[in-house]
């Protein structure tokens, strides 16, 4: 599921030729919104291997939902670091 949600949050993500409108769209909000209820569900080890596994751009995509977990889950910190 989580696979699917980061796969449909890239496309929309991208759907604009204009690298300034990326992350524009109006999906974004809803498919971002998902995935940090999905995050919620999961333990840290899995979180890690999801995030673990996506390249520098998609890591790009859910920096706001990661910044919203920073407190709760502080391991996520190294993954906002690596955005410096």
């Known amino acids: ?5 980061l796969s449909e949050l890239n496309v929309l ?3 604009s030729e204009d690298p300034r409108f990326k992350g524009e769209h ?3 909000d809803k498919i971002q919104n998902e995935i940090a209820k999905t995050f ?4 840290d080890n899995k979180i890690s291997k999801v995030l673990d596994n996506l390249p520098q ?5 859910v920096v706001f939902i990661l910044e919203g977990m ?10 906002l670091s ?3």
């Open 13 to 15: 993500w991208n759907a």
């Open 40 to 43: 919620q569900k999961m333990d």
């Open 26 to 28: 109006p999906g974004c």
């Open 82 to 84: 690596n955005m410096s």
């Open 1 to 5: 599921m989580i696979d699917q949600l």
């Open 70 to 79: 920073v407190e709760s889950r502080p391991f996520v910190n190294k993954y």
């Open 57 to 61: 751009d998609q890591i790009e995509q």
